[in-house]
């Protein structure tokens, strides 16, 4: 069966989400490329919280490294050359991340466990 365009009338192949002529999506696919996720929903993010296990001091560090996939040596070192460095900058920001930003529910990611003898697998 023969498919053809609303806009210019040429033949499509059957597959053609575009016509070749002028470029009109063919009915039935969305105008934008393929690949693309539908719009409605954002992509997941993960919540800035700073986190209650492999923090040093307040979670800070850890909670910027994780929610933006930093490396989280890198974030530390970074904080405390900036802290030697830039002295109140920093650390009057970091001060207020440790207010504004807020800590980690204690169930919100269940931490995985290693299957007991007890347990059947």
Do not use: H, K
Request: aromatic share 12%.
């Amino acid at each position: 069966m023969s498919a053809y365009c609303s806009n210019c009338g040429s033949v499509l192949p059957s597959a053609a989400r575009f016509c070749s002529v002028c470029g009109t999506a063919v009915a039935g696919y969305s105008s934008g490329f393929a690949g693309v996720p539908p719009t409605g929903f954002p992509p997941y993010v993960p919540r800035l919280v700073r986190p209650l296990f492999g923090r040093q001091f307040a979670g800070v560090c850890a909670g910027l490294a994780r929610t933006y996939s930093w490396d989280l040596g890198l974030v530390r070192i970074l904080t405390v050359l900036g802290g030697i460095f830039l002295f109140p900058l920093v650390e009057v920001a970091y001060f207020a991340c440790w207010i504004g930003i807020p800590e980690e529910q204690p169930g919100a990611q269940p931490i995985p466990q290693a299957p007991s003898e007890t347990q059947p697998l």
